[in-house]
């Protein structure tokens, strides 16, 4: 009963109190019977269950996406790649094996994801550990997991714009999905039971106030059921098949934005009401193409130069559109074509042009895109073709723009050609160091060498004709930078016309000019470094060692600039590589032991920074350093450099350490090599070697033992030479020259450790165990004679090495020991009081005089007293 109703008569309670328990029971029934309705179930098929659980996953991935959350996007695909084996029995019976078109964009729109994310390298820097290390292993399991699918990600990726197979299916079959569905879930509703007319008022009053609970409950507690559902019979319902259309609407739409973002569509293309889009560009205010001159004016150079003047003017403003002013002046210089302006015209447009193109580049420290760089090409070629076309043509930067002549002969413009080769030749630099050097992008980027190389030559024809010295050495420097690393097969051949110019010819054509002209150390200092490095990779061994000594740049080069250090560093490591090659052991380890004994050639060389050193560095530092790098063409082989060090090291220190077994004084030579010896002896167990380093330690104990077969077997073997030999020129007189060295050492180092079990030895006998000619190791044996290395005399006729045994007690080993280093403090004191004086002399000195150098009195040194003393005795 409803509350209205609750204030009646006694009578009317009663009766509606006893009516009640009979007339409420109908209402939870129907109240049930509705319950059942709204919430019946709907049996679903085993494809509808397995498909929804694909599309949550993906769902839940483009969530992850939105955020940059890799490990969260790595579970999300684990779990997707277990959603898909479970549906894969699904996918073979409705789909015959093909993946469904909605699984297939999730992984293409990962894979896009992944990858950009890996290709931005400083945001990837900035990524947390975890989640730098989910991308990484994300990207492995992404690449493998997508070589099952290949055929159907290429046939997306050719339309990616088509629907999804589910999306297709529920818009075409919708109606039939609808119709079929209505008789099911749809039941007819219970028609309300009409009461009779009433008879008369009383009754009809009395059978409104007297009627049963359910029909009081019905009209009171569903009132408002009741007036909710009579109006929305009246609203148009949305029925399923709307809804989805809805959806496909808001796909496509969604679609399309990204289309337009990526530039697959252009609006200015699509019509609206017979209009166009006009594309906003980015950090420009939008504005209508202005005009470049009026209808009636008289266009002539002065009008053109001052238009130039208004472009030119707008230059590192804010909110100056780039692109604009190089449509400007590109339409500039035509319409300058166009009415037979002149030549001098055209090259001040020109510059202009590519002062513009330089600026377009927003960061300095960027590399420009290679799209620009070949304009930048294709227009200083332009103006050096007009230079030379025209030699009353001059284009200098010490000419004001004052006192240029456009119109009249001879032609006098500003600018200055040089800077822009230079600058040109620093963003080809950048480019190739922005290519990864192991694609193909980086050999194609590295033949427009070519282009540089030939443009750097005409360059050169301008300013040797027009250029101070000055200049003309700046552009010899250019083209020395192209040349000095380059390997010229025809200089080593012995066969070759005089008439024939090669790079070494080349090289010191360029360098003498450098060395007599140049007005500053810096250019003269790296054609100089430039000139030694060419010689070294042409094993002119004493061309280069002599150029290198008459400049005593060592002593000078801490103080240049870096890009002048590094240039230093590969010179010495390419001079200590033909030292090498020429079989001269000391003079190469010489060279290359300030290089390897630091433990980082690597960044000396410029070749890449090592990654453990990132904590001794800013992010400014890095950058700089980054800056720096030589592109990879350029490069010096590492290993190739280590190999040699260690080898070198080897034919010194071993017979040095046999010789000096006992003595307490020695020294290491080789600090890096001594230390990989000691902890090569400390292992327990030493297997075969594998590596490089390994395989040299192996080949120095071999040598300790006198084995010199098993060391240069460990030196020259298929691996080492694939490694390192292989890599030299002259590979095959490289690995003759080994041999040769390996066996005069093992026979030095024999003679020192072995020499005192012997009273005698033939020499015969050591040629034949060590393969050398006779004449060979009677030289070997005469030398250590003589150095007083071996303690021994040569019997000719015999042709026998008398050893004399001389060797000391180890009593008298310590006493002269001792004797040495009494010798050497009594000669630390006689520099220390030679240098302060005596307290004596200082006697009655104030304070603060006592430090003053004084002149010893004549007879206080020892020499001085000895000598004197023995001039008494032979006096007497």
């Known amino acids: 009963m409803s509350r209205f109703f609750a204030t009646g008569t006694d009578s009317e309670s009663e009766s509606s109190s006893e009516d009640e328990p009979v007339v409420r029971a109908p209402a939870p029934v129907y109240t049930f019977s509705d319950d059942e309705e709204e919430t019946k179930r709907v049996v679903r098929s085993m494809k509808e269950k397995r498909y929804e659980e694909l599309e949550g996953i993906i769902h839940s991935i483009r969530n992850h996406r939105k955020i940059k959350d890799f490990s969260s996007a790595l579970a999300s695909f684990e779990e997707l790649q277990k959603a898909y084996t479970r549906a894969a029995p699904v996918v073979q019976k409705e789909e015959n094996g093909v993946a469904p078109r909605f699984f297939i964009r999730a992984l293409v729109e990962l894979d896009d994801w992944v990858v950009g994310a890996w290709n931005e390298r400083e945001a990837r820097k900035a990524l947390s550990k975890g989640n730098s290390k989910a991308l990484t292993s994300l990207r492995q399991k992404l690449r493998k997991y997508t070589k099952d699918f290949e055929a159907e990600i290429s046939k997306f990726r050719e339309d990616p714009d088509l629907p999804d197979d589910n999306e297709r299916k529920d818009s075409s079959s919708s109606d039939e999905s609808e119709d079929e569905e209505k008789p099911i879930k749809e039941k007819p509703k219970p028609e309300p039971l009409l009461r009779p007319p009433p008879e008369d008022d009383e009754s009809s009053d009395s059978m409104d106030w007297a009627s049963s609970s359910s029909d009081s409950s019905f009209s009171s507690d569903d009132e408002e059921r009741g007036t909710s559902n009579i109006r929305e019979q009246f609203i148009k319902k949305v029925t399923k098949k709307e809804d989805d259309e809805e959806k496909i609407k808001l796909k496509l739409k969604k679609r399309e934005e990204r289309r337009e973002r990526s530039g697959k569509i252009n609006k200015r293309d699509v019509a609206d009401d017979g209009g166009e889009w006009e594309t906003v560009r980015k950090g420009a205010a939008t504005s209508d193409k202005p005009k470049m001159f009026a209808k009636d004016s008289d266009i002539d150079a002065a009008l053109v130069v001052k238009k130039l003047g208004e472009i030119s003017a707008a230059r590192g403003r804010k909110r100056t559109d780039r692109r604009a002013q190089l449509e400007l002046l590109h339409e500039l210089r035509t319409v300058a074509l166009q009415h037979n302006l002149g ?13 513009a193109l330089f600026d377009y580049n927003p960061k300095v420290s960027d590399a420009m895109k290679p799209e620009y760089w070949s304009k930048l090409v294709e227009n200083i070629d332009h103006m050096v073709t007009l230079l030379l076309a025209h030699e009353d043509m001059v284009l200098s930067e010490t000419i004001l723009e004052e006192n240029e002549q456009l119109v009249t002969p001879p032609y006098q413009v500003r600018g200055c050609l040089l800077t822009y080769l230079e600058r040109l030749d620093d963003e080809f630099t950048k480019l190739l160091k922005e290519c990864d050097p192991h694609s193909n992008e980086y050999v194609e980027r590295l033949k427009d060498e070519v282009r540089v190389s030939a443009l750097i030559d005409r360059v050169c024809q301008v300013v040797e004709r027009d250029g101070t010295p000055q200049e003309i050495c700046r552009a010899y420097l250019r083209k020395i930078d192209h040349l000095y690393y380059k390997f010229d097969p025809r200089a080593v051949r012995k066969d070759l016309p005089p008439t024939e110019e090669t790079t070494i010819k080349k090289m010191e054509r360029y360098c003498k000019y450098i060395y007599a002209h140049d007005e500053t150390d810096r250019l003269r200092t790296r054609a100089i470094l430039s000139h030694i490095y060419h010689h070294a990779l042409h094993d002119n061994w004493f061309q280069a060692r002599d150029l290198l000594l008459m400049s005593h740049l060592q002593e000078t080069v801490q103080h240049s600039d870096p890009s002048t250090q590094i240039l230093y560093n590969r010179t ?15 003079e190469a380890h010489g060279c290359l032991a300030e290089l390897m004994m630091t433990g980082k050639p690597k960044e000396l060389l410029a070749q890449g920074l090592l990654p453990q050193r990132q904590h001794e560095r800013s992010k400014e530092q890095e950058k700089i350093e980054k800056q720096r790098q030589m592109p990879f063409h350029m490069h010096i082989n590492l290993e190739l450099l280590e190999c ?10 071993i017979p040095y350490m046999a010789a000096h077994e006992f003595d307490a004084r020695r020294r290491m030579i080789s600090k890096t090599f001594y230390q990989n010896l000691r902890a090569s002896e400390r292992q327990a167990l030493v297997g075969p070697p594998e590596s490089m380093r390994e395989h040299a330690v192996a ?10 077969r098993a060391c240069l077997n460990y030196i020259v073997n298929e691996k080492m030479n694939a490694k390192v030999w292989d890599l030299m020129v002259g590979a095959d007189n490289v690995r003759a020259m080994l041999g040769r060295l390996i066996r005069e050492e093992s026979l030095r180092t024999y003679l020192f450790t072995y020499a005192h079990v012997y009273a005698s030895l033939s020499l015969r006998s050591l040629a034949d165990m060590f393969e050398l000619p006779r004449q060979r190791v009677h030289s ?5 004679i003589i150095n007083e290395e071996l303690l021994a005399s ?3 006729p015999s042709e026998c090495a008398i050893l004399h045994r001389s060797e000391p007690t180890r009593m008298q080993a310590l006493a002269l020991q001792l004797a040495d280093k009494v010798g050497n403090l009594v000669d630390s004191n006689e520099r220390i009081f030679e240098k302060q004086g005596s307290f004596f002399q200082r006697g009655g000195a104030q304070r603060g005089e006592g430090r003053q150098r004084e002149r010893p009195r004549e007879g206080w040194n020892r020499r001085t007293r000895n000598r004197r003393r023995d001039d008494e005795r032979a006096d007497d």
């Open 780 to 784: 070997l044996v005469s030398k250590m």
């Open 572 to 586: 010495m490591a390419n001079l200590g590589l033909c030292a090498f090659r020429r079989g001269n052991v000391k």
């Open 699 to 708: 080949a120095a104990r071999a040598m300790r033992r006198g084995d010199w």
């Open 794 to 796: 040569l019997d000719d």
């Open 343 to 355: 030549d001098a015209l055209q090259l001040k447009l020109r510059s202009a042009i590519v002062a």
């Open 644 to 653: 040699v060090y260690l080898v070198s090291a080897m034919l010194i220190e």
